[in-house]
């Protein structure tokens, strides 16, 4: 069992960054594929950012390319994600997900068997 905690969203303007932050706890947490998504009000959950249990090979959403980073912690079995120039279509629940799968279905949210309980993140233009 993996549990995940995520914190750091909130109201910004457009323009603006926040730091988003996924605790992973729990056994062999650091061994899992770490990812982001989102989900704004009416729409399905979409992809945001992935990387590997060892930070290698970060992906990320068209949408946002140039503009986040995921970055991930070892030895503190964090996963961060660095959002700049944000834009008011960015606001959405983020969720942190856990996955076992092969790293090339990273982009799935089926894929993921473990999640957090999302953080708020709003973006005023």
């Known amino acids: 069992q993996v549990q995940l905690i995520e914190s750091g969203g909130g109201l910004v303007q457009a323009g603006g960054s926040l730091r988003l932050s996924c605790a992973a706890s729990?056994?062999?947490?650091?061994?899992?594929?770490m990812g982001w998504f989102r989900q704004a009000p009416g729409k399905e959950r979409e992809f945001v950012a992935a990387v590997t249990s060892s930070g290698a090979l970060p992906q990320y959403a068209d949408s946002v390319k140039g503009r986040f980073t995921i970055s991930r912690d070892g030895a503190k079995n964090m996963v961060y994600l660095q959002m700049s120039s944000l834009r008011p279509e960015d606001t959405a629940v983020y969720y942190c997900g856990g996955s076992r799968n092969p790293f090339y279905r990273y982009d799935s949210p089926t894929s993921y068997t473990y999640w957090g309980q999302g953080t708020q993140v709003t973006v005023s233009s």
């Open positions: 729990g056994r062999a947490a650091g061994s899992y594929t």
